[in-house]
């Protein structure tokens, strides 16, 4: 059976993130006026990052469950951390951990518990720069992460499938992105083919929309296109997103508008198993 | 012990934010562990607990508080004022959450029972507060002792410390046996180790079986790490017992480690098990590992013993539940265990009753989840589709005669019976609208009939006489003759002759006929049936006032009156059961079936 395979050190399994950089990304991001949808995907993968480390972490030890890798798209085609984990395909989680850009101090705005507003201090790891540029050769990123993919999987065959989140306002320039989406979701381990997931950034200010399994209701072309380049999940993520109160049906997909999927991060069994749903 | 675990919580240093920890909480997503990291940088402002706001939270070499990561729940450790140390357990998934407190509470009376081998547990309603929320969490003292690899890594060398190990472990299995718990997930990160091996503490209790509490409907949340369990292990496989496997496992382990340190080398040191691995569970006679464990054992009794025990439980098809060890549910009695015996129940002493149907929602909820609604949409789809091609070949080849007009209704009447009626949401809103119907008819007549009894006539009071009198009847016999020294005049001896002749009570006494020779006749004998009488009378006249006719009546219409008051309450129950449900009609049928929105 597809997808069961136990996630250990020696098995790790990986995430690739497809950033669009692209000068669209330079709009403003739904109602919140002030942030613009870069900063809303900086913001994202900065929390999938912390998400993805925290879901290893024992303490001071973090255990490499996972290896991640990151290739940006925005005028070009950019593979890689920036920092000191540069110039690296895919990188351990523990490393990851120990390196990012820096620990930035964000003021947070929060219910003082009294009616009023109160702004705190609050720590927060930063891997990514907000950054727009240029066009959107979505279909020359996904390209290349085959490639990278593909060295993974030959790395390690027996590991569960890895995982790639593009995150776009979905308008690639460089043509069709489908037939190179297929052929990234033709890749896989013995344990299943890759799982390639969509995140959805829009300037539409529409609610959220998490693993649906139709497009219908979906606000616009590039959504329905993003929704149907994503991977149908595997029944064991169906059971865990619904027993986790998401709406998942059979074919939901990984995709999501406006949302981030960290869900799924914490829906991979490591370590003690979940019983199986009811 | 810290005044923590005993004070009571509501203690909170501010004002509650009027958020209200309701039935809905648990349908509300938890915060994930970055945000409890994020929480937790500022303990003053986001902890419940007065203890632990004024605490300080571990922190790593970036500023950020420590974590430790489950599938569950991440733990934070806590430095109290007093500077003990807390593990604070922060829940990141809401499965059966709103049943946790429960669970908590079942293990915090274990605790109590298993010192040292179980930490003392708190379950806290506002444990951390995310974005103005507040969320439970569980507090508990931090484990001493090293976790389980640690302790046998640095003894690889002692095999003394490996052997003591394996006999706590021993230990612990079966006090946790006695007490008719079981923890459920023995692993290497849920053991700490301390005093050389002879002391065990197990941490982590999310798997944790009581027997009044059994986890859920008897159904486990988690079936534990691969490595440590039955390949066969799943959901139901839950009860005092399961923990054996675990400790077989760990057992030759432990004893192969203490004959073969280099097996540590060769097939443990990973951090992902102590030497077992899944599988080798499932195929223990391809396994080099079970070889080389083998052939040590050749020339060790323990470990052989260890070993034979271990591979029995591999060929069963499933992991090992004491059997006798069940509840009865009607008698709510642990049955075998002889030591602690814990009601099932409600935490009022009441037994929770399952004689009340399921809601309607929750009804078609159970029905979805089964795919009958997609099921029936699809069926549906493609009759519609069948019946609009076999109507436009009747129609291409006989125009648009009676028979294509037959087939048309033909097809409409098995569209809406066969398919619209047997639609789960409709089906549903049918049954929840026959039911309020059904409700609706039987209000009116209760209500017809309170009418009737308030305006009708009030009735003879000759009707009440026969319950008056036999009413009194029964007071009178409950009147011992005894109570006839009370009147004037009456005298022991007289007592003790009436009850000579039998007459025991004031009826008896009006019953008889004539009075025994000695006091026939005499003014004594006038007295006591003056007595009787009075006693009658008054008996008479205060039942009379009770069963008057205006107070019959009065009663009649209060009954009434409740019954139609259930029925109402029956009724809004249902109205809002049926608001939860959309739509049911026809066009959201056909919308369900064209645009796919089952």
Redesign the interface.
């Known amino acids: 059976m597809a997808y069961t395979a136990e996630i250990n050190r020696a098995k790790p399994t990986a995430f690739f993130f497809l950033i669009d950089q692209s000068g669209s990304m330079d709009d403003p991001y739904g109602l919140d006026s002030g942030k613009r949808k870069c900063d809303a995907v900086a913001d994202a993968i900065n929390r999938l990052l912390s998400t993805l480390v925290l879901r290893c972490a024992k303490g001071e030890d973090v255990r490499d469950y996972f290896q991640v890798g990151v290739v940006g798209y925005g005028g070009a085609v950019r593979t890689g951390f920036s920092g000191p984990l540069s110039q690296r395909q895919f990188v351990p989680i523990s490393e990851v951990a120990d390196n990012p850009l820096r620990v930035e101090q964000r003021m947070r705005k929060e219910d003082d518990g009294a009616g009023g507003l109160v702004e705190r201090p609050v720590r927060f790891p930063v891997w990514f720069e907000p950054y727009a540029n240029g066009n959107t050769p979505m279909t020359a990123a996904i390209e290349e992460t085959r490639k990278i993919v593909q060295a993974w999987c030959e790395l390690y065959p027996l590991s569960y499938p890895p995982v790639v989140i593009n995150i776009s306002d979905g308008e690639p320039t460089d043509g069709n992105p489908v037939p190179a989406s297929e052929a990234l979701k033709q890749i896989g381990t013995n344990d299943g083919k890759i799982l390639f997931f969509n995140i959805h950034i829009s300037g539409s200010a529409k609610r959220p929309i998490e693993f649906p399994d139709s497009e219908v209701g979906l606000p616009d072309e590039f959504a329905q296109r993003l929704f149907n380049m994503s991977s149908v999940l595997p029944p064991r993520l169906v059971d865990e997103a619904r027993r986790e109160g998401y709406s998942a049906a059979p074919n939901s997909r990984g995709f999501a508008f406006n949302a981030d999927l960290r869900a799924l991060i914490q829906f991979l069994d490591i370590g003690t198993r979940t019983a199986e749903l009811r | 012990m810290p005044s923590f675990l005993t004070e009571p919580e509501a203690l909170l240093p ?4 009027g958020v209200d920890p309701g039935p809905d909480r648990q ?3 938890l915060p ?3 945000a409890y ?2 929480a937790l ?2 303990p003053e ?1 986001h902890l419940g607990f007065p203890d632990l706001a004024r605490g300080s939270v ?1 922190r ?5 508080p ?6 569950f729940a ?1 733990v934070f ?1 806590v430095a109290a004022p007093d500077g003990s140390a807390w593990a604070l357990r922060c829940f ?4 059966r959450l709103s049943e946790r407190s429960l669970h908590w509470q079942g293990v915090a009376r274990y605790a109590d029972v298993l010192p040292t081998l179980l930490l003392p547990v708190r379950f806290l309603e506002r444990g951390v ?1 995310v ?2 929320a507040w969320y439970p969490a569980v507090a508990m003292p931090w484990a001493s002792g090293e976790p389980l690899l640690v302790f046998v890594k640095r003894h690889l060398a002692v095999p003394g410390a490996l052997t003591a190990l394996a006999e706590s472990l021993g230990q612990a299995l079966a006090r946790l046996e006695a007490a008719g718990v079981a923890h459920g ?1 023995w ?1 290497h ?1 849920n053991l700490f180790v301390s005093e050389n091996g002879r002391g065990v503490t197990l941490v982590d209790y999310d ?1 944790f079986f009581t027997p009044d509490w059994a986890t859920g409907a008897g ?8 490595n440590y369990q039955h390949p066969g292990r ?2 139901e496989s839950i009860g005092v017992g399961i923990d054996r496997f675990a400790y077989r496992a760990m057992r030759a382990a432990l004893l192969a480690l203490a004959r073969d340190a280099s097996l540590w080398d060769r097939f443990g040191g ?3 098990s102590l030497l077992f691995s ?1 599988q080798d569970y499932a195929a223990p006679h391809d396994s080099r590992l079970f070889a080389e464990v083998r052939r040590l054992a050749e020339s060790d009794g323990g470990l052989a013993d260890a070993l034979a025990e271990l591979e029995t439980d591999c060929a069963l098809p499933a992991p090992t539940v004491l059997p006798a060890l069940t509840l009865r549910p009607e008698v709510g009695v642990w049955v075998r265990d002889r030591r602690v015996r814990v009601p099932v129940g409600n935490d009022d002493g009441t037994v929770p009753s399952c004689t009340r149907f399921r809601p309607y929602p929750e009804r078609l909820g159970a029905m979805e989840a089964a795919g009958a609604g997609r099921r029936n949409v699809t069926a549906a789809r493609a009759f519609l589709l069948a019946a609009a091609l076999s109507i436009w070949a009747s129609a291409a080849l006989t125009g648009w005669s009676f028979f294509t007009a037959v087939l048309a209704a033909a097809c409409a009447h098995w569209f809406l019976f066969g398919y619209y009626l047997n639609w789960p949401r409709k089906r549903v809103w049918d049954a929840l609208h026959q039911e309020l119907g059904k409700l609706t008819v039987e209000v009116a007549g209760l209500e017809e009939r309170k009418r009737a009894a308030f305006e009708g006539p009030v009735g003879p009071p000759t009707c009440c006489e026969a319950v008056v009198r036999e009413r009194t009847r029964e007071s009178l016999q409950r009147v011992s003759i005894s109570r006839a020294l009370a009147a004037p005049g009456i005298r022991r001896e007289t007592v003790r002759l009436l009850r000579s002749v039998g007459i025991e009570s004031a009826r008896d006494l009006s019953d008889a006929g004539p009075l025994p020779a000695p006091l026939r006749g005499g003014a004594e004998a006038a007295r006591l049936r003056l007595w009787c009488r009075e006693t009658e009378r008054s008996f008479a006249e205060r039942h009379a006032r009770n069963v008057s006719p205006e107070r019959r009546r009065a009663a009649r219409v209060r009954a009434l009156e409740q019954q139609i008051a259930r029925r109402r309450r029956r009724m809004r129950e249902l109205q809002a059961e049926g608001s939860t449900i959309r739509g049911a009609g026809l066009h959201a049928y056909l919308a369900a079936i064209l ?3 089952a």
């Open positions: 501010y004002a509650e934010p349908r509300r997503k994930d562990a970055v990291r994020e940088q500022h402002a571990a790593g070499r970036d500023g950020l420590l974590a430790y990561s489950g599938r991440v450790r990141t998934s809401p499965d507060r974005d103005g997930d692993q990160d798997g159904q486990a949340i988690e079936i534990g790490h691969p799943n959901a990973d951090g992902e899944r645009m796919g929105r």
